[in-house]
């Protein structure tokens, strides 16, 4: 019984240590893993009272910030999609969610020419058409995710010109511009 004792008390906190340090590794192997040279990543950092999201640029071994958020409410960094052609990475979409407009803001960051841009306006329910991203003359066509593949027939409109639309279809597709946020 002495023995199971000493056993608890002496060996039973250094296999709890080893196993700690062996996580460690693990963690920081996957975040080096995440950081591929001339890539994007994203890094959260959690404080008590806010989130800070930093979007960032590993060049040749050296870490550009792109774009940083901090947030106390539930705005986010999510992404989105990376646009390829041939094999070719051209480049990466970033939803920047801002929870008090309760809509998102579309990041690109344009792998040819290093540049990141940010639709400076909010939309609720649109998300961009990535093959249809222009960087030269920054737009974007943005989709709504409600549209109806067809009208819906009037059930509440006398006039028959006026046609009753759910949830705003009306409004499939619109064009949104992108400005620059930042160049490496």
């Given at each position: 019984?002495?023995?199971?004792?000493?056993?608890?008390?002496?060996?039973?906190?250094?296999?709890?240590?080893?196993?700690?340090?062996?996580?460690?590794?693990?963690?920081?192997?996957?975040?080096?893993?995440?950081?591929?040279?001339?890539?994007?990543?994203?890094?959260?950092?959690?404080?008590?009272?806010?989130?800070?999201?930093?979007?960032?640029?590993?060049?040749q071994g050296e870490k550009h910030v792109v774009f940083?958020?901090?947030?106390?409410?539930?705005?986010?960094?999510?992404?989105?999609?990376?646009?390829?052609?041939?094999?070719?990475?051209?480049?990466?979409?970033?939803?920047?969610?801002?929870?008090?407009?309760?809509?998102?803001?579309?990041?690109?960051?344009?792998?040819?020419?290093?540049?990141?841009?940010?639709?400076?306006?909010?939309?609720?329910?649109?998300?961009?058409?990535?093959?249809?991203?222009?960087?030269?003359?920054?737009?974007?066509?943005?989709?709504?995710?409600?549209?109806?593949?067809?009208?819906?027939?009037?059930?509440?409109?006398?006039d028959s010109k006026v046609s009753y639309v759910s949830?705003?279809?009306?409004?499939?597709?619109?064009?949104?511009?992108?400005?620059?946020?930042?160049?490496?």
């Amino acid at each position: 019984m002495r023995i199971f004792i000493l056993y608890c008390l002496f060996l039973f906190p250094l296999t709890y240590i080893i196993a700690k340090n062996d996580c460690v590794e693990q963690n920081s192997a996957k975040h080096h893993s995440l950081a591929e040279q001339d890539t994007l990543y994203l890094e959260t950092e959690k404080t008590e009272f806010e989130i800070l999201y930093r979007l960032c640029f590993n060049q040749q071994g050296e870490k550009h910030v792109v774009f940083e958020l901090k947030a106390v409410d539930d705005s986010s960094i999510d992404f989105m999609q990376s646009y390829t052609i041939n094999g070719v990475r051209k480049f990466d979409c970033y939803a920047v969610y801002d929870g008090v407009a309760d809509g998102n803001r579309f990041l690109f960051f344009d792998y040819g020419s290093l540049k990141a841009y940010i639709t400076p306006a909010c939309f609720s329910g649109f998300y961009p058409i990535c093959s249809s991203v222009d960087f030269s003359k920054t737009e974007v066509l943005l989709r709504n995710e409600h549209s109806c593949p067809e009208q819906p027939s009037d059930t509440l409109s006398i006039d028959s010109k006026v046609s009753y639309v759910s949830f705003d279809c009306n409004n499939r597709i619109i064009k949104a511009t992108f400005v620059l946020l930042c160049k490496l």
